[in-house]
């Protein structure tokens, strides 16, 4: 290998390619589809995630379902570990509310607002298929602009709500 080329000063390496990668996507989604079409596609694979994630806590804790508690702990965990800085600002038995102040998409998110799907079913898998339902509504987001994310998850169908996806446990 070309000394000059490996060592040259390229900023490129695995975690920022990612992002890259996820940001142009979503981008050529929302560019060829349109948000609302990309949103969808976005979902898809959310949906995949989240279970995969819940499963992957349920398994270690070794536990059948989580509590309203365990759940509002696990979302707050799984974005620390994927570098996003969520946290908690209120639960009771009919929502959980969680704030943001730093995207795990590091920047990717910017103008990218279907991405916010990811977070969306990503919560509202886990939430659903441990508590039975879910309605989370996404109500500020860094990716529109906003300084922070602030997302609602309702625990309980609600009449006058009418932002957000709902979710439901699955038969299976």
Same mark, same amino acid.
């Not at 981008?27 to 990309?38: C, F, I, N």
């Not at 070794?62 to 620390?80: H, I, T, Y």
């Not at 929502?95 to 799907?117: D, H, Q, S, W, Y």
């Not at 898998?125 to 989370?136: C, M, P, S, T, W």
């Given at each position: ?96 509310? !969680? %704030?943001?102040? /730093?995207?795990?998409?590091?920047? +990717?998110? #910017?103008?990218?607002?279907?991405? &916010?799907?990811? *977070? ?10 441990? !508590? %039975?339902?879910? /309605?989370?509504?996404?109500?500020? +987001?860094? #990716?529109?602009?906003?300084?922070? &994310?602030?997302? *609602? ?20």
């Amino acid at each position: 290998m070309d000394e000059a080329v490996s060592t040259c000063g390229v900023a490129l390496e695995r975690d920022g390619f990612l992002r890259r990668l996820v940001r142009h996507l979503s981008g050529a989604l929302q560019d060829t589809v349109g948000l609302e079409e990309s949103e969808g596609f976005i979902s898809l694979v959310g949906q995949n995630i989240g279970e995969e994630i819940n499963d992957a806590y349920r398994g270690a804790l070794a536990l059948p379902l989580l509590d309203r508690e365990q759940v509002a702990a696990v979302l707050v965990d799984l974005k620390r570990r994927i570098q996003g800085e969520f946290y908690l600002i209120s639960q009771d038995d009919s929502k959980i509310v !969680l %704030g943001n102040r /730093r995207c795990p998409f590091g920047g +990717a998110e #910017a103008g990218r607002p279907a991405l &916010c799907m990811m *977070t969306s079913n990503v919560f509202g898998v886990i939430v659903a298929e441990n !508590l %039975g339902y879910a /309605r989370v509504s996404i109500d500020q +987001a860094i #990716a529109r602009g906003d300084s922070e &994310c602030r997302v *609602t998850v309702y625990l309980q169908p609600v009449e006058n709500v009418d932002s957000g996806r709902e979710y439901f446990r699955s038969e299976g």
